[in-house]
């Protein structure tokens, strides 16, 4: 899997957590974390309303970085955020070889 599979891989593991108990601790705290804290001009601005709904945010995360977590210069960790760098937080997608290890929202 070369390294644009695996971004669609990680953008399609971020987005099937929504709603499911494995997502409550990234994906969702990430939604309400976002909701609470940005301001709704923003929201207005790039979602056409004060308050987006969850899956209009996810459509519309960006790559900010991908790096090996290992010293083997494999690109397995995929860090993705709301456009426009309004936030230091990410949600993480870490890949062990071909499959998603790991989701997890950082800072």
Not at 55 to 79: A, K, R, T
Request: with cysteine.
């Amino acid at each position: 899997m070369d390294n644009q599979q695996k971004q669609t891989a990680a953008l399609t593991a971020i987005k099937s957590l929504l709603g499911t108990p494995e997502g409550e601790d990234n994906v969702e705290l990430f939604i309400e974390h976002h909701l609470e804290e940005l301001d709704a001009d923003y929201f207005s601005k790039t979602y056409g309303t004060p308050k987006p709904e969850a899956s209009q945010m996810l459509n519309s995360l960006v790559l900010v970085s991908s790096w090996s977590y290992e010293d083997d210069g494999i690109i397995n960790v995929f860090d993705f955020s709301l456009p426009e760098n309004v936030t230091d937080c990410v949600l993480s997608v870490r890949f062990s070889g071909d499959d998603v290890e790991e989701v997890s929202m950082e800072s």
